[in-house]
């Protein structure tokens, strides 16, 4: 593989990938997780479930794809030859082309919401309300949202803006593009983040916020809880929709990979943790810790209900939805990369055609998802719309596929000892701790992540 098909630094490296699981996952999701399953108790189980089962999966897709230096399915094709372990690749490849068709949707709602934000047009009309008025301002912002949201053209704009920022970057290339731009967001977002925490710390009641958030409540845990831990923990590190395999393919050959899998990840959780001290002792400060901290209501209306109630507030909102439109925009690149390098490396195409060749019909595709919320609304497949459909299939279904396949044949079926010398390098990084992520992957992953695909569906 040439040197411009390969990260060019490590920090690149470590930016680039950990830019890939930081999305709105760790917004849209985990705070409602932990509101609904006994605070702390969850959090603790989340920290479990991807120190002791993301990192060793983490570890298996980085060392397949560097292994097989190809794309998700490329590197079946050359470690698997004439079997059909391509499939697996094949489904990642799937799996993450359908996330981008709706997820480019999301990221455009919150660009939305981003220049809503700067030009004041999110708090027009707010200000005459009373403060302390929970009531009328979640009542402004659900109708903002859902005029927003529902109507067909502006969310269409900035998602095709979305699409062309992607592009823009995409065409840089690896180093040129994904490095370059995660080596500017990723010191970004945690600054934002660190900014907010601050702020938010400094509130009223923002002690009962974060008591809260650190109490463990464990009588909440259950099975049904550790699933949704483990599921939590998979979509939050990006597992399963080709991402780490692609960029694993793009790691030199003296890439420590467990040292980069466990700071990824802590960093990951970092962000999780902060997120939950913005959010938590801001709720909590402003009496709106009983509404569901969950999805689009607490990103779209519980959050700039608490900016609504600042000083300033255009400037607290525009800071939040930056920080969103940043992992947004690293995730959306991430997920188009494992398409693109698939088609430059299955069809031999050049990095400007692979390019327009996956982005381009995501101008029909994501324009499909996005109009699902308003004229397409009643066109329904099981009962679900076109977007939350597309969400289920990919999330409940494809990614624990993926993740379990990849285990499998990294634990059973790939050339002896394959495991093992990617996570030594070949001998140089020789530990205790190869051995256990070797058992993990082979006997208690594909188990586990069995448990989470049987459970969505019980």
Request: with cysteine.
């Amino acid at each position: 593989m040439s040197s411009k098909n390969e990260f060019g630094t490590k920090i690149g490296l470590i930016a680039a990938t950990v830019g890939s699981a930081i999305g709105l996952g760790n917004v849209w999701r985990f705070p409602g997780e932990t509101q609904a399953n006994g605070g702390a108790a969850f959090l603790i189980l989340y920290v479990v479930c991807v120190l002791c089962l993301g990192i060793p999966v983490m570890l298996t897709e980085f060392s397949l794809g560097r292994a097989g230096r190809s794309d998700a399915i490329g590197v079946f094709r050359k470690l698997a030859s004439g079997t059909p372990w391509w499939l697996v690749g094949l489904t990642a490849v799937v799996a993450s082309y359908l996330i981008i068709s709706y997820y480019m949707v999301v990221a455009g709602w919150t660009l939305e919401y981003l220049v809503e934000s700067l030009s004041g047009g999110l708090y027009s009309g707010t200000e005459l309300l009373t403060p302390g008025d929970t009531d009328s301002l979640r009542a402004a912002f659900s109708t903002k949202m859902d005029g927003y949201v529902t109507s067909d053209f502006k969310p269409l704009l900035y998602t095709y803006a979305l699409i062309g920022i992607n592009i823009a970057v995409l065409l840089g290339g690896v180093q040129k593009g994904i490095e370059k731009l995660s080596n500017v967001l990723m010191p970004i977002l945690f600054i934002i983040l660190v900014g907010m925490v601050c702020f938010t710390l400094s509130l009223p009641n923002a002690g009962q916020g974060v008591s809260f958030f650190l109490s463990p409540d464990f009588s909440k845990i259950n099975m049904s809880v550790v699933v949704n831990a483990l599921g939590q923990a998979f979509f939050s590190l990006s597992l399963g929709m080709g991402i780490l395999i692609t960029y694993g393919s793009y790691y030199p050959a003296d890439t420590k990979l467990t040292r980069t899998s466990i700071i990824v990840s802590l960093l990951s959780l970092l962000v999780a943790i902060l997120m939950g001290l913005i959010i938590f002792p801001a709720v909590k400060s402003f009496g709106l810790d009983n509404e569901p901290l969950e999805g689009a209501t607490l990103v779209f209306v519980t959050l700039p209900e608490v900016f609504a109630q600042l000083p300033l507030p255009w400037l607290w909102s525009s800071l939040f939805f930056l920080l969103l439109l940043v992992a947004a925009l690293t995730s959306t690149v991430s997920l188009a990369e494992v398409t693109i390098a698939m088609m430059q490396d299955r069809f031999a195409m050049s990095r400007r055609r692979a390019v327009f060749t996956v982005m381009l019909p995501l101008l029909v595709l994501s324009a499909v998802c996005s109009l699902s919320f308003g004229s397409l609304s009643g066109l329904k497949i099981f009962g679900l719309t076109i977007f939350n459909l597309l969400d289920s299939f990919t999330t409940n279904i494809l990614l624990p596929v993926v993740s379990i396949g990849v285990c499998v044949y990294m634990g059973w079926f790939a050339p002896k000892g394959l495991l093992r010398d990617e996570l030594g390098n070949h001998g140089s990084n020789k530990s205790w701790t190869n051995a256990v992520v070797v058992a993990i992957v082979k006997y208690i992953a594909p188990i586990l992540i069995a448990l989470i695909l049987v459970f969505n569906y019980l």
